[in-house]
């Protein structure tokens, strides 16, 4: 495969890991109302435990997922136990904080993640026997999973600890009065959250075959936010759809850019960065709630006793 | 009159019909572009040096095409931007090689863009040129699809350490942000100061950090009677502040790529960089080259990069001259031929171009280096040139 299919099914399959961290936030941010700015950090704890896992430890690919998903709870777990009394802003500015550290330790912990250079050659699965397809195959599969995702979170919204979730989001304090363990809800899914933001790195890893920490600027987790935002906050779908618009969108700046004539190319770049932020305001002031706004079902009557 | 009319159309339209059938082929070998492309950091941490190398490499296409292109046929640059972020940069290399089916990416800075790209390259058969210094890069599995123009960190810092011996300082302290290269530039040049009777103290630093005083405090300690300023640009600027106020009266030395007209402005105080040297892998002094690089992007110091990609650009084109294919292997199979083994010594391609086109073998000295490659795509052997702030302004001391 090459050519015009060849990019495109790259874009697809790209756009699933996008859309995998959009899942993941929606999850954490729409679902238990928990601002995630450390999705980076989660991106790279999947990426890096799934590629030293195969490259380092020679453990075959289906363990480096299982890997990802493991460390991805577990870092999860520990960020959310370690900020139980923190909320909204002060929540937002720790993760944050995680996701630099973990930039930093796989900077500096050279014997472990082999620093700056990062970790090339990771294996692809099948990736010789597939050889010009495996793009195109590795797009299916990520896209399979996606739908898998969506799925699970789709029926996990749906019911009643999706419900539980959303009145921890909408007011904390009543759900306890209501008898919520909300401690346990918000540890829950902020660990599987953190576990699909790590499967996203450990399929990005897998994929490009390299890791390191320059991947994981913030900026990723920006155009995650921007996707959730335009898709709609709170429901997973709209976490997918956003994540596609907002790689199609990226791409579709480079052309678009070089549409205009006698600018040089630093001018382009400059208007692909205005593009982008031009579409976050719009979508901000003329469609706050996203494409696919929430909706939420109404909860189903107890039977009447009389 | 009508029949004879109608059989002429009928002629016509089969000759028509023919011609049609026979022309694309003729215009397409005329008129199709050879395609190359820059993949620069024009936003992000690379920021200050892409633009001026895309630039760079744009003049030299439009020299080439205005002297007639090369193989008859027009060459397009196109410009993408790599963000200074491996996974942006993947995506516009993805879109380089798939869509707008490029013979070579030309001028990757970051180490970090090179190791993504790279696998992208040597699988789509494109040929990849960087500027990109970490000692992993020409390790990679690459078949022969990468050269770099930049010196690998073992001889650059072998040369730094000789000259800092040559200016009398024993004491060395290395302060480096943590980059692709911090660890073997450290080892290194222990090693290069033990060996004239010298030692070395050294501390990495985070290059984001607003202020570097107690990095300063701890530098200081060591009693140095020089300091190698081993960063970029923005940390460069502070460091040097830091080390002014805490009274530092020891040398200072530091990469030209960091230590810039750039940074002297920025630091608007004289006395502040007096006296501070810099060093740069360079062209030998009477390299006509560097001239013309001067001349397109109309600066008196052109940073190495520029000249690199510069470079890479001239290498490319005359290897697409000299195998008559515009393909990545092709510019793998040839480009030796043009760099290096003797021949006519030439400094652009137009004059390469035509030269090839007469049969005569060239010999390539550019801007950055005689770009002379070894079979894993480094280059062997390249002159540093040395200069010291003097008032504000950078001046030449040697060039070995």
């Known amino acids: ?306 | 009159m009508t029949a004879r009319f109608s059989r002429l159309t009928r002629r016509t339209a089969l000759a028509a019909g023919a011609m049609t059938l026979a022309m694309p082929a003729v215009v397409r070998a005329q008129g199709e572009p050879i395609r190359l492309a820059t993949l620069t950091p024009l936003t992000g941490a690379g920021g200050p040096y892409g633009p001026v190398m895309a630039k760079a490499a744009a003049a030299v296409v439009e020299e080439v095409n205005k002297a007639g292109g090369v193989l008859g046929r027009r060459v397009q640059l196109v410009s993408e931007d790599d963000q200074t972020n491996p996974e942006a940069g993947v995506r516009a290399a993805r879109k380089l090689i798939d869509v707008d089916k490029v013979a070579a990416i030309m001028g990757t800075w970051a180490s970090s863009v090179t190791t993504a790209v790279a696998p992208l390259c040597w699988e789509s058969k494109t040929m990849l040129c960087t500027v990109s210094g970490a000692d992993s890069i020409t390790q990679l599995p690459h078949q022969g699809y990468l050269i770099r123009t930049q010196p690998n960190s073992t001889l650059q810092v072998r040369r730094l350490g000789e000259y800092i011996l040559s200016l009398g300082a024993r004491r060395v302290f290395q302060m480096i942000p943590q980059t692709p290269f911090t660890q073997s530039s450290i080892t290194l040049l222990e090693a290069a100061l033990k060996k004239g009777g010298g030692d070395q103290g050294s501390l990495i630093y985070d290059d984001k950090k607003p202020t570097y005083r107690s990095e300063v405090d701890q530098a200081l300690r060591y009693n140095p009677d020089l300091i190698f300023a081993a960063g970029y640009t923005p940390d460069t600027v502070v460091l040097l502040k830091d080390l002014f106020r805490a009274g530092f009266k020891g040398k200072i030395i530091g990469f030209a790529y960091s230590i810039n007209q750039k940074l002297i402005d920025q630091i608007g105080q004289a006395d502040v960089v007096e006296g501070v040297y810099t060093f740069a892998p360079s062209p030998a002094a009477d390299a006509t080259a560097y001239e013309r690089v001067k001349k397109v992007v109309g600066t008196d110091s052109p940073d190495p990069y520029t000249c690199q990609v510069y470079d890479h650009v001239n290498l490319v084109l005359m290897a697409i001259a000299a195998a008559k294919e515009a393909s990545g292997t092709a510019i793998r199979d040839t480009v030796r031929k043009v760099s290096q083994g003797g021949g006519k010594t030439i400094d652009n391609a137009v004059d390469g171009i035509k030269a090839i086109t007469a049969g005569e073998k060239v010999d390539y000295v550019g801007a950055s280096g005689p770009c002379d490659f070894d079979e894993k795509g480094d280059i062997i052997d390249c002159k540093f040139r040395y200069e010291q702030v003097k008032a504000n302004k950078l001046t030449l001391l040697k060039i070995a």
Do not use: C
Request: glycine share 12%; net charge positive; aromatic share 12%.
């Open chain 1, 1 to 306: 495969m090459s050519g015009w299919a060849n990019y495109i099914v790259f874009i697809i399959a790209t756009g699933g890991f996008y859309a995998l961290l959009a899942l993941s936030l929606n999850l954490i941010w729409g679902g238990a109302g928990m601002v995630n700015l450390g999705l980076a950090g989660f991106f790279a704890l999947g990426a890096y435990a799934s590629a030293l896992l195969t490259v380092s430890a020679g453990a075959p690919i289906v363990a480096g997922f299982v890997g990802a998903l493991v460390v991805g709870a577990v870092g999860g777990y520990v960020v959310t136990m370690s900020t139980t009394r923190l909320r909204g802003d002060y929540l937002a500015i720790v993760t944050l904080g995680f996701a630099e550290t973990i930039r930093l330790i796989a900077n500096n912990e050279i014997w472990l993640t082999r620093g700056s250079d990062g970790i090339s050659g990771i294996p692809g699965p099948f990736r010789a026997a597939l050889g010009g397809w495996f793009n195109a195959a590795y797009a299916a599969g990520t896209v399979a999973l996606v739908v898998l995702v969506w799925f699970l979170l789709r029926r996990l919204d749906l019911s009643p600890y999706g419900r539980a979730l959303r009145a921890v989001r909408e007011d904390q304090q009543v759900a306890q009065v209501a008898g919520k363990r909300i401690l346990r809800f918000k540890i829950e899914a902020f660990a599987i959250s953190a576990a699909i933001a790590a499967l996203a790195g450990a399929l990005y890893g897998h994929f490009n075959s390299y890791v390191a920490p320059d991947v994981f600027q913030p900026l990723i987790t920006i155009y995650i936010f921007l996707a959730v935002a335009a898709g709609g906050v709170g429901r997973a779908a709209g976490a997918v759809l956003g994540a596609y618009l907002v790689i199609f969108f990226l791409e579709a700046t480079r052309f678009a850019a070089a549409a205009i004539p006698d600018l040089s190319p630093v001018q382009h770049a400059a208007i692909r960065e205005m593009l982008v932020g031009l579409a976050l305001v719009l979508v901000l002031r003329w469609r706050p709630q996203g494409l696919l706004p929430e909706h939420i079902p109404p909860a189903p009557r107890p039977a009447s006793t009389s």
